[in-house]
């Protein structure tokens, strides 16, 4: 009994180590989660921007500002003179905090009496902007308690925080919108990606190739049903969270669904790169895997584009999943229109063409 289990495990292992390209894949994922996870799945705040809003020209707010721009966690610190222009950096996201120091700052550090600072934290990336927030309070409270013993008195010194965007900083809010996309990559990848690998593995796909289809029909023939699946699943999440979870959304149905055309068809054409690689739907399986947690990971979801080292951060650009997760919940929460959500959809576009492009490419060589 014993000695026929152990030959049916050796056959096994035999059939999933039988050729490279099982083997690449089996071993990709691994490598790949080893060199990224480190590095891209990480809460850390180590690179965030901070921007300052100093009413005050007393010592003590200049010396406060002098502290929190020598900060590790913000090496960017950008100075705005106006309310607006606080509120614009946290719009278009160019800070995860902003700081609103009152003019009365100084005076009521040397009068003795509590000092607040107004604390903005954009609530869409609720997560690394409270941990950056405790990184600015820290610096408050040590300058506060260093004042404290050279005065011999105590001085109190802190912030007031509002949210952005989430002011209850409810999960759903965040968790919901990201959502739409993860399931939409699913949707697009898996479909495609399975599609000429299961042909290939039952046989029809030398009949579909003497049809009088060419390549480029089959290719849409295989892309449109994965666009179906996709728009279908995002919508009842879309539904579910409004209706169902109460997440607000103030932005346009149509430039939802206009940004998820192309982040579809974008993901569409590196789910027919893979099926067009693979022998079996095992190996396009495998393939769809060893895309989407180096993706998601890349995209800012789990931690932000700006901790990461630079060249992940250049890779993460490419990655249609960190554009699509700006447009979604900026439509969600903010009710971004077109001109705003073009600094991310133009990329979008970009990628849709370079994929299609090499997922027909590759098709046109494997089936040639």
Known sequence: MLARLLTLIRKEL???????????????PVVLQLVLFPFAATLEVKNATLAIFNQD????????????????????????????????????????????????????????????????????????AQIATGYAQAVIEGYSAELSIARGQPVAGGL?????????????????????????????????????????????????????????????????????????????ITLAAVFLYGVPFLGSVALLYLSMLFYALSLAGFGLFISSICETQQQAFLGVFTFIVPAVMLSGFIGPVENMPLPFQLLSWIDPLTHFIVIVKGIFLKGHHFTTVWPNLWPLLLITVCTMTSGYWMFRRRVA
Do not use: C
């Not at 035999?14 to 990709?28: E, G, H, I, T, Y």
């Not at 479909?191 to 000429?196: G, K, R, W, Y």
């Open 160 to 236: 007031v925080i509002r949210h952005r965007y989430n002011p209850n900083l409810e999960y759903r809010w965040f968790m919901l919108p990201v959502l739409v996309a993860i399931i939409t990559t699913l949707g697009s990848l898996i479909v495609t990606a399975l599609s000429v690998a299961r042909e290939r593995e039952q046989g029809t796909l030398d009949q579909l190739l003497v049809s009088p289809f060419t390549a480029g029909q089959i290719m849409v023939g295989k892309t449109i049903p994965a666009l179906i699946i996709a728009f279908g699943q995002a919508t009842v």
């Open 57 to 128: 020209d007393g010592a003590a707010s200049i010396e406060l500002v002098h502290r929190l721009s020598r900060a590790h966690a913000f090496p960017v610190v950008l100075t705005v003179h106006s309310q607006p222009a606080l509120s614009e950096v946290i719009d278009r996201q160019d800070a995860l905090l902003a700081l609103e120091i009152p003019s009365d700052f100084s005076r009521s550090i040397a009068a003795g009496r509590t000092a607040k600072i107004l604390a903005v934290i954009d609530g869409r990336r609720s997560n690394s």
């Open 14 to 28: 035999q059939l999933a180590f039988r050729d490279p390209q099982s083997r690449r894949l089996l071993v990709l």
